[in-house]
């Protein structure tokens, strides 16, 4: 029996990851700020992890042998952390994101090697504690976030890169329902003039994969993403089957556009992940399911990037 530490896990595909250690029979220690209640079955800890201190005190003497840290958004969460666990964790698995690779446009899916953290400049006086900068400049805190760990953890990392997620009911980012809402209206829907595809992974896809680094020893990056690019159009023409209608897609030069609609490629290669031991399903095999799931639900929200 394992005793494993989730940072974070409140909702969508770190609720699922919880849910499977459980059924591993692993003890499960879960650390949030109280907001809301963790599953039946766990330790619940609140403690603030911007917070040194509240994170020490709420830990105690406690270790683990594995933490999943599903909300480190900046270098300064990533400092703290790696100071806290240390000698307390036997592996730490971070969330990270294929927003890391936002300076990477290629049509040749990208590997993990093309972003190093350790050749990435931290700067831990930028102001990310604010909510507004942080969003802003999501991909560059977690880029950082990463590379503090590479460089002095104290512990074997590994940070993993998820690509955009769909599916679940409990889908609260609102970005298939913006594609349903437009849909339904004969609305348009601005796209990028020259739209590229992306990687995607399916929700209880990525849970069951971060449960499966938990058993594992490889450290470092590495990609989650399904096989197979998805387009605008072909997540339009799963929405249309469901919904009806038929989408009208709105080209813009500049400005402001759909959400997984993109100026730049943003497709990963899960090679990796495969020569671990770990091979991802197609996304064709999982699409449908994912956008009924979410349409069904109801789900709206407003859209966002942190979905841990």
């Not at 679940?168 to 590229?196: L, Q």
Request: charged share 25%; glycine share 8%; net charge negative.
């Amino acid at each position: 029996m394992r005793e494993i530490c989730v940072i974070g896990g409140n909702r969508y595909f770190g609720k699922r990851l919880i849910a499977r250690l459980l059924e591993s029979g692993d003890r499960v220690t879960v650390i949030n700020r109280g907001s809301s209640a963790p599953p039946e079955g766990v330790t619940h800890l609140v403690a603030d992890r911007d917070d040194e201190h509240s994170l020490r005190a709420a830990l105690g003497s406690r270790a683990f042998d594995v933490v999943f840290d599903q909300v480190c958004y900046t270098p300064r969460q990533a400092d703290i952390a790696r100071r806290v666990f240390a000698g307390r964790t036997g592996r730490y698995v971070m969330t990270s994101t294929v927003e890391v690779y936002e300076y990477e446009h290629s049509t040749t899916l990208v590997r993990e090697d093309a972003v190093d953290p350790l050749t990435v400049t931290v700067d831990l006086t930028a102001p990310w504690d604010d909510a507004n900068y942080r969003e802003e400049y999501y991909g560059e805190g977690k880029r950082q976030a990463e590379a503090v760990l590479a460089r002095d953890a104290g512990f074997p990392y590994v940070s993993v890169r998820v690509a955009h997620v769909l599916g679940g009911a409990d889908d609260f980012t609102g970005r298939v329902d913006h594609y349903a809402s437009r849909i339904r209206a004969d609305e348009p829907i601005a796209v990028p003039a020259e739209n590229h595809p992306a990687t995607y992974v399916y929700v209880e896809e990525i849970a069951d994969f971060l449960a499966w680094t938990a058993g594992r020893e490889f450290t470092g990056p590495v990609n989650a993403n399904a096989y197979g690019l998805l387009t605008t159009d072909d997540i339009c023409a799963e929405i249309e089957r469901k919904v009806g209608g038929k989408a009208e897609f709105l080209p813009v030069e500049v400005g402001e556009v759909s959400p997984f609609s993109f100026f730049r490629s943003y497709g990963m290669d899960n090679s990796r992940a495969a020569e671990l031991g770990y091979t991802f399903r197609h996304s064709s095999q999982w699409l449908p399911k994912a956008i009924v799931e979410t349409l069904d639900s109801g789900a709206t929200g407003a859209t966002g990037k942190e979905g841990k």
